[in-house]
């Protein structure tokens, strides 16, 4: 029920008095003496500002049981990601989260002016880098010549009337050095066309690859997928929320159908190597950019057809990157006060390592108990320390609305000696909106950890990660990086395949809720179609309007099938929030890929948004 104007309060008040004064309702205007109308009225006004505090104090202690119940995990800012391309200096190289690259990104400023900032991203996790690159793919009757992500085709010369098989596409690599071995190195792949991708990355997993006449053996994903799937069963017995090894597992499983890693020994030389049957065909002495190139064969599912290869793109060197930039700190920590200030200029993300000099680690506990836990730690954000400069602007913004309002209130009555004073309250409003947007937009952002020392006095080496949340937001595919952190790669060789998307700032209390209230109902177990429609507006927020499930049909991926049942997710999208293809395409496969993990349901998902 909500709060109650001043005018229905007052006519209850006069009406409950006559009744136990004896007057009639159709009496009631001239019985009463005006004092007293002044009197209830003056009654009513107190009664109304009680009820609207009642309920803005109900807001306040839901919103407060909300950020204490939902786990660090959920909520909190959010990095951008995106696929990146870099280059070895090296033969070989196994990457690492510790080297970032980082994009010179134009951010907006008062006064609409504009400052460049560094925009800071690592990968995911370890990965296999060799300096070799693909510079050619034949697919049919066409050659493509590769550079960056561009295609461009050119006609081959045959040497007979025999064409190539079917289903097959060829891609040449080129080195400058000998023997240089694949093996654990993961191959990127994408559709370029919009359709077909499902298929295209179902069957994927399923094709063969040959090199120097041999079968390459494959796995579909990272080459250390079964390391992490082990690591994640491992923290799951641990029961220990981990804020970082959660982000990074949701874009690994958004971007694992993209990737194949060879398993086996694949020599690749700076002379090449042609297969057999290529060679039979090709006239590659009429193409001599091409007889230096080792060439992989792909060997797909004949529902694989050369219309869908022909837009196919491959790379070696391509690993998921996640916006955030590896900081460190030390802190020796006070006589009675365990509790350890990060202060920084950007949205602060997880913490990476706690140890102490001696080399002994902290652990991240999973609450602030009383039990004593040494060498453990605890991530407070609110209610710690002082009001800071972020909290201040918040709580100005929130007065001037409250002003706005009152404003609006007495402008309402029109008199002429209030008409002064709404002016000047005006003005005064004016000059603190003003005030408001010249503020510094790089406030300090402070995080607390309370920890529970080894001993006392104790001196904490502390790393972390920052990220820009919504800053690291639509940079497009083919803008370069530039190396911040890792001598070992090439500078200027490092560019974005894929635009960058899903950065968020901390989360809405109204986005907080809908992650509370899918983790209240679901338990990480999807079983009813509310549990899918709480998925959908924890992912989607303000982009939809509604969400429904039915029961529908789908045509079936797989070689033998036709149309098999699905349950059907329609989604209306919200009109006023602008939302590109792109974007809608990555929500759609971050809600696939979830609830092929925690949906119980036998039949297959499918997702429909309405235009």
């Not at 300096?131 to 010549?145: E, F, L, N, W």
């Not at 990555?586 to 998902?605: A, D, G, H, R």
Request: hydrophobic fraction near 35%.
């Amino acid at each position: 029920m909500g709060a109650e104007s001043e005018i229905e309060i007052k006519n209850r008040m006069i009406k409950k008095a006559a009744s136990l004064w004896g007057v009639s309702a159709n009496e009631i205007e001239s019985s009463f003496d005006p004092l007293v109308s002044l009197l209830i009225g003056a009654c009513a006004s107190e009664i109304e500002k009680i009820s609207n505090e009642i309920d803005s104090s109900q807001v306040r202690v839901t919103e407060r049981l909300i950020q204490l119940m939902t786990p660090e995990t959920i909520y909190g800012a959010k990095p951008a990601h995106g696929i990146v391309y870099s280059e070895p200096v090296e033969k070989v190289l196994d990457l690492t989260p510790e080297h970032l690259q980082y994009y010179k990104k134009k951010i907006r400023v008062k006064n609409a002016g504009q400052e460049l900032k560094n925009i800071y991203f690592s990968s995911v996790q370890k990965f296999r880098m060799v300096d070799a690159s693909i510079t050619h793919m034949i697919c049919g009757d066409k050659g493509y010549v590769l550079e960056g992500k561009k295609k461009s085709d050119f006609d081959l010369s045959f040497k007979s009337k025999k064409k190539l098989p079917f289903s097959v596409l060829y891609i040449g690599i080129e080195t400058s050095y000998n023997k240089l071995n694949l093996k654990d190195v993961s191959l990127y792949n994408e559709l370029l066309d919009v359709y077909e991708k499902e298929l295209f990355y179902h069957h994927l997993k399923n094709a063969e690859f040959f090199f120097d006449n041999q079968e390459i053996k494959t796995i579909a994903g990272y080459s250390n997928s079964e390391i992490s799937a082990r690591d994640h069963l491992n923290s799951i017995f641990e029961y220990k929320p981990n804020k970082t090894r959660n982000i990074e597992g949701q874009i690994k499983t958004l971007y694992e159908k993209h990737f194949v890693s060879f398993k086996s020994d694949v020599l690749l030389s700076n002379k090449g190597s042609i297969p057999d049957d290529l060679s039979e065909i090709v006239d590659f002495e009429a193409h001599e950019e091409l007889q230096k190139l080792n060439w992989i064969k792909i060997v797909f599912p004949r529902i694989i057809d050369d219309n869908i290869l022909e837009n196919a793109f491959c790379s070696l060197n391509a690993f998921p990157a996640l916006n955030r930039k590896w900081e460190h700190i030390s802190y020796q920590l006070k006589d009675y006060i365990d509790i350890v200030p990060i202060s920084t200029q950007d949205l602060f993300l997880d913490v990476k390592q706690i140890a102490n000099t001696s080399g002994i680690d902290y652990k991240l506990r999973e609450s602030d108990t009383s039990e004593d836990h040494k060498g453990t730690y605890v991530i407070r954000r609110d209610n710690v320390g002082k009001l800071d400069s972020r909290k201040a602007k918040e709580y100005l913004a929130h007065l001037i609305e409250l002003l706005k309002s009152e404003s609006a209130s007495f402008s309402f009555f029109g008199n002429d000696f209030l008409q002064s004073n709404i002016d000047e309250l005006n003005q005064n409003i004016s000059l603190l909106e003003k005030k408001i947007m010249d503020m510094n937009t790089s406030l300090m952002d402070t995080t607390y950890l309370s920890v529970k020392p080894k001993q006392k006095k104790d001196t904490l080496l502390i790393e972390y990660w920052v990220t820009n949340g919504e800053e690291a937001n639509q940079i497009k595919q083919g803008n370069s990086l530039h190396i911040y952190q890792g001598s070992d790669l090439k500078q200027n060789k490092s560019v974005f395949l894929t635009t960058t998307f899903q950065g968020k700032n901390d989360l809405s209390m109204e986005e907080r809720l809908q992650a509370y209230r899918r983790a209240l109902l679901s338990r990480n177990r999807i079983v009813t179609k509310e549990d899918v429609k709480a998925l959908c507006y924890e992912f989607c927020g303000e982009r939809i309007e509604e969400v429904k499930v039915v029961k529908g049909f789908k045509t079936s991926i797989e070689i033998h099938k036709g149309l098999v049942p699905c349950m059907e997710i329609i989604i209306q999208p919200n009109k006023e929030v602008m939302t590109l293809d792109e974007e809608w395409s990555s929500l759609k496969s971050n809600i696939l890929s979830i609830l092929e993990q925690q949906s119980l349901n036998v039949f297959p998902y499918k997702i429909t948004v309405l235009n």
